[in-house]
């Protein structure tokens, strides 16, 4: 277990209010809560950052077709973030917004920074411009094809623009051998591997100086100094993450923003952004001379059946809808266990209904409700008198259920979600097994009474164990277990977790108190059933 003081603070990508969130950012955050849940789990302090990136060319635009000023659509969308994560059951400290009017002042001190150290110039930028992901791309990015205009390899739909503009740059080049030296001494600097691959890659070509303005562009930070410029979307929107970090009442400035949090352990990103976050924000923190983060994690792309999903296809995944089906645990459960984190994963109906009922229903549910099914029959509805010292040590569960204890943190650690699951399922799976071949009821006709006490504990602590590993990916359905099992904890309470669960012994297996009054056997998961055509 890690020291209790070790702080932790970790960020989603602050996400772009062109439109409703889908689900590709609903799996960052989902991923990033359990993060973080973890972590309060373990007594880390903990500071969870989302937020919203709502400057730049692309938003004008949209408030301009739906006749609404760019405040007022960008409050509209945020107002869908807050909805949708409250139903994911995603609990962040703070939601960080680039119209804050403190974060032009982090944006002013932090710029001034960078131009002291010469880092910041006028020059001539010429290119191919998508207004989509706010960036110039290079002429051997772009995609060729059966249409005459040039398009993004990111948003293939849409065209790229010409632009010949004079703005403000960074001298990224500067940077390189600093880059590529950091890369060699931290390792895990960018992650997984097949991301940090991609990076360096990229840096080996060579890097080029990046613009961080914008001219005739009304909705932004106007550039310290020379407000004909718009300072650039990037350039202000990674400091978000820095602005995030200030207290309500703090006073307002970059010192007092990085006085506690600084540096950030994990920042949890898709690999669509990779570049921004693992080569042009180290650079910008290097200028500045400010700690880097611990760790830059780039996720994959999520496809429904198969295929991208897109309006145009009309296969898009409604996040809100899929919760509201299902529930914020099955969807939490399904995009963590059945997609290996870093790697491109896969939405299919059925595929997610199975997975649900045979893991959650069947062998999760059902083990915990035959098991206390049996000990309200055979004893008197307690926790059977015993503990884990009771147990040899080589018991079957208690062998797997002590192994937990180093195998979850280290996925947790690894962001190895589906391990975890697997972990903890090893552990199910096995009580199942155990409770059919050692058969309780026939000891319990036999009456052999300690038989039946010993096999009822064993199985009733491996459910628990198991509930407290998962409780950081399916809090609620966790709180229901504890709950049947005895104890007064709600996974969702941050404020009162430590105090209800007494100690710091939960993730040791054969601490479940003997004698202690369990409840009523009620299923926690509902079998599910799949959609008419399916």
């Known amino acids: 277990m890690n020291a209790p003081s070790k702080p932790f603070a970790i960020t989603t990508p602050l996400y772009y209010v062109n439109t409703v969130p889908h689900i590709g950012s609903a799996y960052t955050t989902i991923a990033a809560d359990a993060l973080s849940r973890f972590h309060r789990l373990q007594g880390h302090p903990t500071l969870f950052i989302t937020g919203t990136d709502e400057h730049g060319q692309k938003i004008q635009r949209m408030a301009e077709q739906r006749q609404l000023s760019p405040q007022e659509h960008c409050d509209?969308?945020?107002?869908?973030?807050?909805?949708?994560?409250?139903?994911?059951?995603?609990?962040?400290?703070?939601?960080?917004?680039?119209?804050?009017?403190?974060?032009?002042t982090i944006v002013g001190e932090f710029f001034q920074r960078v131009k002291e150290q010469g880092d910041i110039y006028l020059g001539q930028q010429q290119g191919w411009y998508c207004v989509a992901c706010e960036e110039f791309k290079e002429e051997r990015e772009l995609l060729d094809g059966d249409r005459p205009e040039k398009r993004c390899p990111i948003h293939s739909n849409q065209s790229v623009e010409w632009r010949d503009e004079r703005n403000y740059f960074f001298r990224l080049s500067k940077y390189q051998a600093a880059l590529e030296a950091l890369y060699d001494s931290q390792p895990d600097f960018i992650q997984p591997p097949s991301r940090r691959n991609e990076v360096l890659s990229f840096v080996k070509r060579g890097l080029q100086d990046f613009s961080i303005s914008r001219i005739n562009l009304d909705w932004g930070f106007p550039v310290p100094g020379d407000p004909e410029h718009t300072l650039y979307v990037w350039f202000d929107a990674l400091l978000g993450y820095v602005t995030a970090l200030l207290e309500?009442?703090?006073?307002?400035?970059?010192?007092?923003?990085?006085?506690?949090?600084?540096?950030?352990?994990?920042?949890?990103?898709?690999k669509d952004i990779l570049r921004f976050h693992a080569v042009y924000w180290p650079a910008m923190l290097m200028s500045a001379g400010l700690p880097l983060p611990d760790r830059v994690f780039g996720h994959g792309f999520l496809t429904k059946d198969g295929q991208k999903m897109g309006k145009s296809l009309g296969n898009t995944l409604d996040p809100v809808a899929l919760v509201d089906t299902y529930g914020?645990?099955?969807?939490?459960?399904?995009?963590?266990?059945?997609?290996?984190?870093?790697?491109?994963?896969?939405?299919?109906?059925?595929?997610?209904?199975?997975s649900l009922n045979a893991d959650l229903a069947n062998d999760l549910g059902n083990l915990l409700n035959r098991t206390l099914t049996m000990a309200k029959r055979y004893c008197q509805q307690q926790v059977p008198a015993?503990?884990?010292?009771?147990?040899?040590?080589?018991?079957?569960?208690?062998?797997?259920?002590?192994s937990l204890q180093e195998r979850v943190p280290q996925a947790y650690h690894a962001v190895a979600f589906s391990v975890v699951c697997e972990g903890v399922l090893e552990l199910v799976r096995l009580g199942n097994k155990y409770l059919d071949r050692?058969?309780?009821?026939?000891?319990?006709?036999?009456?052999?009474?300690?038989?039946?006490?010993?096999?009822?504990?064993?199985?009733?602590?491996?459910?628990?164990?198991?509930?407290?590993?998962?409780?950081?990916?399916?809090?609620?359905?966790?709180?229901?277990?504890?709950?049947?099992?005895?104890?007064?904890?709600?996974?969702?309470?941050f404020t009162n977790l430590h105090v209800t669960l007494g100690n710091n012994t939960h993730h040791t297996w054969g601490i479940l108190p003997g004698g202690q009054p369990l409840q009523d056997p009620t299923p926690i998961f509902r079998t599910l059933d799949l959609p008419e055509g399916e």
């Not at 645990?329 to 266990?337: C, E, I, N, S, T």
């Open 248 to 270: 309500p009442d703090d006073e307002v400035s970059l010192d007092r923003a990085l006085a506690q949090w600084w540096p950030i352990n994990l920042h949890l990103i898709g």
């Open 328 to 354: 914020a645990d099955a969807v939490r459960y399904y995009f963590l266990k059945e997609i290996e984190f870093g790697r491109d994963g896969d939405f299919q109906q059925t595929r997610f209904v199975h």
């Open 76 to 104: 509209e969308i945020v107002g869908g973030f807050k909805t949708l994560w409250d139903k994911l059951l995603i609990r962040y400290d703070r939601f960080s917004r680039t119209t804050d009017p403190r974060h032009e």
């Open 438 to 493: 050692e058969a309780p009821w026939s000891r319990y006709k036999a009456g052999d009474q300690a038989a039946v006490e010993q096999i009822l504990y064993g199985v009733l602590e491996s459910v628990r164990l198991g509930a407290y590993w998962l409780s950081p990916i399916i809090p609620s359905l966790s709180t229901a277990i504890y709950q049947q099992l005895g104890f007064s904890v709600d996974f969702n309470d």
């Open 386 to 402: 015993l503990s884990g010292a009771d147990f040899p040590a080589d018991h079957p569960l208690k062998q797997v259920g002590q």
